[in-house]
Nanobody, 123 residues
Framework: QVRLVESGGGLVQAGGSLRLSCAASGRTFSNYVLGWFRQAPGKEREFVAAVRWSGRSTSYADSVKGRFTISRDVAKSTVYLQMNSLKPEDTAVYYC????????????????WGQGTQVTVSS
């Protein structure tokens, strides 16, 4: 059974940084893409970033390019999202997700989800 467990959320001031972690277990992820999505109150879940488990190919939403960095540690079976220069509009619940083989930016394309971690950026 696939399990994705996020951690690292919290309250931070604008301009600050946070690092989110997603511990993945339950299967071999070598042919999977791991992504981060976020959902603010009253808004749809939106793509943030994704990385291929087997390589270093990454993709980002335009709103976070240059500020956020996604990476993975295969030995620890963990995906990270380093978030710098945070803005109040980054406030949301952040979710880790996994899908087979191909990168995607639509939430419906992902098969597995974590429970989410709250990130709040104060102005």
């Amino acid at each position: 059974q696939v399990r994705l467990v996020e951690s690292g959320g919290g309250l931070v001031q604008a301009g600050g940084s946070l690092r989110l972690s997603c511990a993945a277990s339950g299967r071999t992820f070598s042919n999977y893409v791991l992504g981060w999505f976020r959902q603010a109150p009253g808004k749809e879940r939106e793509f943030v970033a994704a990385v291929r488990w087997s390589g270093r190919s990454t993709s980002y939403a335009d709103s976070v390019k240059g500020r956020f960095t996604i990476s993975r540690d295969v030995a620890k079976s963990t995906v990270y999202l380093q978030m710098n220069s945070l803005k109040p509009e980054d406030t949301a619940v952040y979710y880790c997700a996994a899908r087979y083989l191909l990168p995607g930016a639509q939430a419906a394309e992902y098969d597995y989800w974590g429970q989410g971690t709250q990130v709040t950026v104060s102005s």
